[in-house]
Each structure stands twice: as C-alpha cells, then as structure tokens.
C-alpha cells in the first residue's frame, strides 16, 4: 500500500510539473520545427534544431517577439513527405504559428501544400511556413503562394552564381552532372544544362547521372563511370552522405576533377575529401566561416554554447530568418501570421554580409551568394580538419534575383 | 572502354566480396540454427564501432584482431542469455527477438557514439597504394578486404568440410538428440556457432567501417541485401553465399555503368513510347538508375524460379 501511495506521489508530481510548464506555454509564440531528427538525415536535422533553438533564445533574451517568448516545438518526421503532414497536424493543433522545415524538397512541396489548405479552413487561426533549405525553384514559381518564405537561394539562383564563375574559367572542358533521383537533383541537372547552354555552349556534359537518393553505399562505380568520361569538372546537388560517399569514391580513385556543389561544405564531407579537394571543391552558399577576417559574433557565441566538434555555425540564413521574423515582428506590432506575412513582404535588412531582402513577389529571399573553394591555408576551418574555405567571388543580393512565373493570391 | 571494364570488374568484386564476409555468418548462423537473425547487421555495425574505438586505443592491426572476438562475445552473450530463452517459444518468438534486438543496439550505438557519422577513416598504417592501373593508384586497404574476405571464406569451408567439429555442427543441426546422446554438448555448440558467426560479421564491420560509412544507419542500410544475398545463394550455404554476393556485386555495379534504357531496346524495332506519361517514364529509365533494385528483383525471380536459392539443398 506504502508502495503505492508513493508511486502516486511521484505520478501526480510529475503531472503537477508538467502543469505547471503548460501556463508559461499558453502565450508563448510557438514554432513548429519539422525535420529530420531521427534516421539518415537525422545529422541535417539535429544541426539545424541548434542553430534554430539558437536564435529563438537570442530573440527571448531581449524580450521575445512584441513581449511573447518564443517557444520552439521539435517533430521528427524521418523526410518523409506523408509523416511531415501528420507532425503539421500535431504542429497546429498544439498551437504552432509558424512551421520551419528544411530537409527534402519533397517535403516542402507536401507541407506547402498541406499549409495553403489549413489557412483556407481555418481563418484567423492561419500558420506561415519558413523554408530554410528546400530549394526546388517550383516552390516559388508555378507552385507559390502566400504563407510559404524561402530564406535559402534556390537551385537556379545558385547555378547562376556558378554560371559567371565557369563562364570566366576557359580550362573547364567536359563537365559530368551527378544528382539524387528526386524533384531536386532533377531541378539541379536542368539548371546546369540551361546554364551552360547560356554561359558555355563549348562545354561538353559528358554525363548525366542520377542516382537513389541517400541509398548507394559506395559511390565506386559511380566515380569510375566519371573517369572513363574524362570530365574535368562535376556539378552535384548531393547532400548529407551522398555527398560525403561520392568524395570518399573520389578519393579512393584518385580522382581529380572540379566540384561545383551545393553542399560541399556540409557536415562530414570536408573531412571526406581532405586534401584532395584543396583548390578543385567549390561551393556556393551564403556564408563560410572565413566570410569576413574574423568570425561573426553569432558565430563565436554559437561555437561557446554548443561544443560537439561538428558544431559550427553552418545555417547563417537561420540567422537571417529571425532577423527578419524579429523586424517584422517589429514593424506589424503585432504576432498575427497574416500580419507577419503581410510585413515580411517586401522587406530589407542590413546584414553583417551585406543588405538582404524578402521579395513580395515570390517570398524569395535575396541575400549576399559567395562561391567559395577549398584551401588548407585558412584562419577558420571546418569541423577541425585544417581546412576551410576562401571567395572566389561574392554576389550581391540584388544580383542574385531571378524572374519568377509566381501569382500570388493574397488573402 | 578497357578502364571502365577493368575498374568496375574490381570495384564488383570489392563489393561483392564485402556482401560475402557480412553474408556468411549469417547463412552460417541460419544452417546450423535455424536462426534468421536480423541483429547479425547490427552485429556487423558495433564491429564497426568497436574497431573504431579500439584503434584509437591500441592501433589498428591489434583492433582487427580485438574487434571481431568483443562481437563475438556479444554474440554468444546474446545466444546464451537471450535466444536459448527465446527458443524454447518457437520460430517466430526468434525472429521477433533479433528484430528487436537490432533496434536495441542501433539506440545503443546512438547513445555512445552519436547520431552523426564517426569519422572513420582509412588508418594511416594500410592507407597507401597497392598498384597502379591505367595510371591510377589501388588503395591497399580495398585488397586487404579483399584478402580478408577470400581466406575467410577458405577458413569457413574447410573447417566445415574437413573437420571433426565441422562434421558434428553439421549433424547437431538436423539430429540435435542423436549428437546430445552421443556426448556432444548440443548447447554449448550453439553458442560456438553464434559467437564465430557473430565475430565474422564484426570483422567484415572493421573493414566495412571506414570502406563505406560508420554510423547509426549502417545496419538498417545493408541489412536487407544481406537478407538477399542468402536467399539467392541457397539458405545455409556457405559457397552459394559466395557466388550469389560476387553475383550481386558485379551485377549491381556494371548495372551502374550502362546509360541504356528500355526506350533504347526497343528502337530498333521500330516501336517507339509516346513522348509522356507513365509508359514513357518507365521506358527512360536506365538501367544505371534502376541499379540498386536489381537484387531485390534477383531475389524475386530466384524465389519464383529456383527457391531453393542457386546452392541451397532445401526450399526457403
């Protein structure tokens, strides 16, 4: 009887505790965070919750949004496009207002989807959707529409910043294209072959390949294919293992080609490449650690709170997603979604790296682009390897915009 | 045209012989048990870990050593104290047992090394070129694999076919009470069995750790092409184990190295797909991006055409 009268205590404890964590929780501001965190991605997934949890406590730490904290809820949907709706379900009902997702294109066109319908159904209950990594350019073209932002370049932007940069390098010849069999790599081989159609009509794409996404183990066969072709420069979308097998292949084989990539510089795959990449991996995002000759102070207070080797500040458009959440918090006076939306719209912030601005047209952010190469003489490098990367060029924002085939219907 | 041949040759027989060295102790665990044990993959990924740690510790050539005897305590340790439990239920409590156990040692992978890949890389001791061909260095450590792979696969066939212990494993299997009443300890020889199925597939994790990639995942990736490779070899033989992994080896990757399509058979004679849909997707596909289902489809045909697999002596 003892026994169970303290097993009580301890159970109505814990629910007394988790009361009262619940009032706090009424008038929070809640973010429902979808990705990975579990599974293959799980190592995209986890990172970018870092950088994410980051910035909300930046934000509550100088008040929150208009006086509201920011409260951060994390869903595990393994990227996979059905499970990411039932997380959205879960996401809504537990009051989230505003669902930031990343991982997989085909879960942004899922959860873009499922978001238009919800606010259709639901108003004045609206939620937005803050994409910081889904880059597939439908998702602000034919396939647009108001509560969707994308804080990340998308696959033609990018193309175009590798465009000047092979249109100037005459020792580029043969160019093999290797990318994962979804919307993406599919988005990312068109882009390359319009690209260089524009800029390099002499250029020879001597492969076209596209492989199972996140499935091939040993990129071996993969990279003799790319040898007997003879390219001298690859351009890949590959992320997370994809990209770090393909360079271990490439390594093994010895092969020496340029890399134009996407996410070159993405979690394991410079210790991957190791030296073999000084001078040949470029890629282009929208920031590295030796951007400026000394680091960020987002980034030095990031590296003092989160520790493990790997964690470094790699998601800088994380950064620039709550900037302009906090603006236009700011600006709305108000922590209403369709408020938000409707001040985000069109809005321009000065950044570290330069101005950016959220296009009203299409809800395309535009932000400073560099492509960047690999170099072992650096003064920040990647995940302790001796090796980081150096601009080749930087393209500004306003440069990097696009036109779009975007109708936007606002409510 | 000869390089593309030559190097996917090797690299088909690289692969296929890594398939090998995870496969037979699997098969060797299923003869002689009856045991389809699901964590052997797992088993294969703490190899992984463990070589990864102890070289960190002692270096590597005493880890390849050192690794696969821990995973072959772990493996007797599961044998003894969980499915000689288990087995008195029958089949399926055995089967379920693995299967949860598989999850049980991926949770606990996670929680002592992480979710993100280790970085496992080649030791610098075995991390410099073999040979040259066509002008390209061959990294030792892919002929150590396959070295390794070859003497087990000649360790594990003569010490089944040629001797003593070899011969009473062979009978405890289908006459367990006949071996009991001639004095063998039937038990005791399970566990044998587990622990060197078990260690084997640990060593194909300490060469398989930094050939494709240490983590979390590993086990839940190869797992079911393992499952392929015994069932297209012949449930419990060790040589169709072999044939059927250099077979899938070689298929998978020469597969990768075809840009050929069925719209491309079809051209010559004439009947061309309509230029879309769902016919005309199916048709553009090339057999380079169907390669990784080849095997599941090998061990479709092999179950409809021939189930007892290529080698094996009984229905699946």
Redesign the interface.
């Known amino acids: 009887m003892r026994a169970f009268l303290h097993r009580i205590g301890i159970g109505s404890l814990a629910a007394a505790a988790l009361l009262a964590a619940n009032p706090a929780a009424a008038d929070t501001f809640k973010i429902g965070y979808i990705d990975p965190l579990s599974g293959g991605a799980a190592s995209a997934g986890l990172n970018a919750q870092k950088h994410i949890l980051f910035f909300a406590d930046k934000i509550n730490a100088e008040g929150g949004l208009n006086g509201e904290k920011i409260e951060v809820l994390s869903y595990d949907n393994k990227v996979n496009p059905q499970e990411s709706l039932i997380m959205l379900k879960k996401a809504t009902d537990e009051g989230a207002r505003i669902i930031m997702q990343g991982n997989g294109s085909s879960v942004a066109h899922a959860i873009t989807d499922a978001v238009l319908k919800y606010n259709e159904r639901n108003p004045g209950k609206e939620v937005l959707f803050f994409n910081y990594a889904a880059i597939d350019p439908p998702l602000t073209n034919e396939k647009c529409n108001f509560w969707h932002f994308r804080f990340d370049a998308d696959v033609n932007m990018k193309m175009g910043a590798f465009g000047d940069f092979i249109a100037k390098n005459k020792d580029i010849h043969k160019v093999y294209l290797i990318n994962q069999d979804y919307s993406f790599g599919k988005s990312v081989a068109a882009a390359a072959h319009k690209m260089l159609a524009e800029k390099r009509p002499d250029v020879q794409i001597v492969g076209d390949e596209l492989h199972p996404l996140q499935k091939v183990q040993d990129f071996s066969p993969y990279v003799a294919k790319i040898k007997a072709s003879g390219a001298d420069t690859v351009i890949t979308g590959n992320w997370s293992n994809d990209m770090l097998l393909l360079f271990k292949a490439g390594k093994d084989a010895g092969l020496k080609v340029n890399w134009f990539t996407y996410y070159g510089g993405g979690l394991g795959s410079v210790p991957a490449i190791g030296k073999d990449g000084v001078g040949y991996l470029k890629q282009v995002t929208e920031h590295h650690k030796n951007v400026l000759p000394e680091l960020l102070p987002d980034e030095a207070a990031f590296e003092k709170k989160y520790t493990e080797k790997s964690d470094e500040m790699y998601y800088w458009r994380i950064r620039n997603m709550f900037a302009l959440l906090d603006a236009a918090a700011k600006k709305a006076k108000s922590n209403d979604p369709v408020k938000l939306a409707k001040a985000l719209e069109g809005m321009k912030l000065d950044t570290p790296l330069g101005p950016m601005e959220m296009r009203a047209d299409n809800h395309q952010l535009l932000q400073p682009l560099f492509v960047s190469t690999l170099s072992d003489k650096v003064k920040f490098d990647v995940e302790k390897s001796g090796l980081g990367f150096v601009t080749d060029e930087k393209i500004d924002a306003a440069k990097t915009a696009l036109p779009t085939t975007c109708k936007m219907i606002r409510p | ?1 000869k ?2 041949v030559t ?2 040759l090797l ?2 027989v ?2 296929g012989l890594l398939l090998f060295m995870l496969s037979s102790g699997l098969t060797l665990i299923f003869s002689l048990m009856g045991v389809l044990n699901f964590a052997h993959a797992s088993v294969f990924m703490l190899g992984a870990y463990f070589s990864w740690q102890i070289a960190r510790w002692i270096g590597f050539w005493p880890a390849l050593v050192v690794a696969p005897l821990a995973c072959g305590l772990v493996g007797a340790a599961i044998e003894r104290y969980g499915l000689r439990r288990v087995h008195r239920q029958g089949h399926v409590a055995e089967i379920l047992f693995t299967f949860g156990l598989a999850y049980v040692i991926g949770e606990l992978v996670i929680m002592a090394w ?4 280790i ?1 496992n ?1 080649v030791p610098a001791v075995i991390d410099f070129a073999a040979f040259q061909l066509f002008g ?2 061959y ?1 030792f450590y ?1 002929v150590l694999m396959m070295a390794i792979s070859v003497g087990m696969f000649a360790f594990l066939y003569l010490a089944f076919k040629r001797t003593r212990m070899g011969l009473v494993i062979q009978a405890a299997l289908t006459h367990p009470q006949t071996v009991g009443a001639l004095g063998h300890d039937v038990p005791r020889l399970f566990v044998l069995v587990f622990a060197i199925g078990s260690a084997l597939a640990g060593l194909a994790g300490v060469i398989g750790g930094f ?3 240490t ?1 979390p ?1 590993m086990a839940m ?2 797992g079911p092409i393992v499952f392929v490779v015994i069932v297209v070899g012949g449930l419990g033989s060790i040589p169709g184990a072999f044939v059927a992994s250099m077979l899938i080896g070689i298929v ?3 597969a ?2 075809l840009d050929y399509s069925l719209m491309d058979l079809f051209r010559p004679l004439g009947w061309n797909v309509a230029a879309s849909g769902v016919l005309h997707d199916l048709a553009t596909v ?1 057999v ?2 169907a ?2 289902i080849l095997p599941y489809l090998l061990l479709v045909l092999v179950l409809i055409v021939r189930p007892r697999g290529l080698m094996g002596t009984r229905e699946t």
Do not use: D, H, I, W
Not at chain 2, 114 to 117: A, I, K, L, W
């Open positions: 045209m390089e593309l190097f996917s690299n088909g690289v692969y992480g979710r993100n890949p970085e890389r390209t260095s990294p892919k050939a494709l990639m983590e995942n990736n190869l998978q990757t020469f990768v190295a090339k380079a991006q390669a990784p």
